[in-house]
């Protein structure tokens, strides 16, 4: 089983940056696609940011792109979220998500993840 734990949510006012991290139990993300999603209240949970870890391809939402960016860094079990310029409409709860068999085209769709972490709050003030 993997888990999934999520840091880095925040109150932060518009215009302003958070780095959101998600860290695996295991070992590494390596053969994981990855994801960040984000879900409102009263609103259905939607795509943010995708990852696959072997070659590093990246997707995004049109709505951040340009502002997120999704990385990882040297560490192998742990990726980030860097979101700037900050709107208040970013506000929601996020989730990071894994899976192992998600081919390129299904990476939006939440119920390809079969892993889940608990979400962070980002909160943006106006």
């Known amino acids: 089983q993997v888990q999934l734990v999520e840091s880095g949510g925040g109150l932060v006012q518009a215009g302003g940056s958070l780095r959101l991290s998600c860290a695996t139990s295991?070992?590494?993300?390596?053969?994981?696609?990855l994801a960040w999603f984000r879900q409102a209240p009263g609103k259905e949970r939607e795509f943010v940011a995708a990852?696959?870890?072997?070659?590093?391809?990246?997707g995004y939402a049109d709505a951040v792109k340009g502002r997120f960016t999704f990385y990882r860094e040297n560490t192998p079990n742990t990726v980030y979220l860097q979101m700037n310029s900050l709107k208040p409409e970013d506000t929601a709860v996020y989730y990071c998500?894994?899976?192992?068999?998600?081919?390129?085209?299904?990476?939006?769709?939440?119920?390809?993840?079969?892993?889940w972490g608990q979400g962070t709050q980002v909160t943006v003030s106006s």
């Open positions: 295991q070992r590494t993300f390596r053969g994981y696609t």
């Open positions: 990852l696959r870890w072997s070659g590093q391809s990246t």
């Open positions: 998500a894994a899976d192992s068999t998600i081919i390129l085209s299904s990476w939006r769709q939440p119920n390809q993840y079969d892993y």
